[in-house]
């Protein structure tokens, strides 16, 4: 299995923010809740619940993260970290609806950062397939 040394890098940031909020949901759950409510009326089995949902987003952050971060079907993982990160964004930074330019400008850059990571994560689940000689199935092969 050939891992791409960025993913780790670009993971951890997901397990340990997903960790910190799936154990303190409530924390996020007032900034989440406009998001999760209009997000819940149109996507079928999206909780309801900010709590419920922010704990579901937190958990997906993490199993998704530790996939990414060992090398194990990056695509997919990137792909849900990439989901997870666009309801986070939207409700964490709304820089546009703050009037204070001191806490706007540090909500842009926020807004920026996660964009930016939305950014790496598309490359990591759009990357072509590497193959190699080695492996699991040269190994069989051989035997």
């Not at 993913?7 to 997903?18: E, I, N, T």
């Not at 996660?114 to 699991?136: C, I, Q, S």
């Amino acid at each position: 299995m050939i891992r791409h040394a960025a993913h780790p890098m670009l993971a951890a940031m997901f397990v340990a923010a997903g960790y910190g909020t799936l154990m303190d949901p409530e924390r996020v759950a007032a900034k989440a809740e406009p998001v999760v409510d209009a997000v819940s009326r149109r996507v079928p089995g999206v909780p309801r619940d900010a709590v419920t949902a922010v704990r579901l987003n937190s958990a997906v952050q993490i199993v998704a993260g530790t996939l990414l971060s060992l090398g194990l079907m990056p695509r997919m993982s990137s792909a849900a970290l990439a989901g997870t990160l666009v309801p986070t964004t939207a409700a964490g930074h709304p820089f546009w609806k703050i009037e204070d330019p001191q806490d706007r400008a540090r909500q842009r850059i926020q807004f920026l950062k996660n964009l930016a990571m939305f950014g790496g994560l598309l490359l990591a689940a759009t990357e072509p397939r590497r193959h190699h000689r080695g492996g699991v199935r040269a190994a069989l092969a051989r035997r």
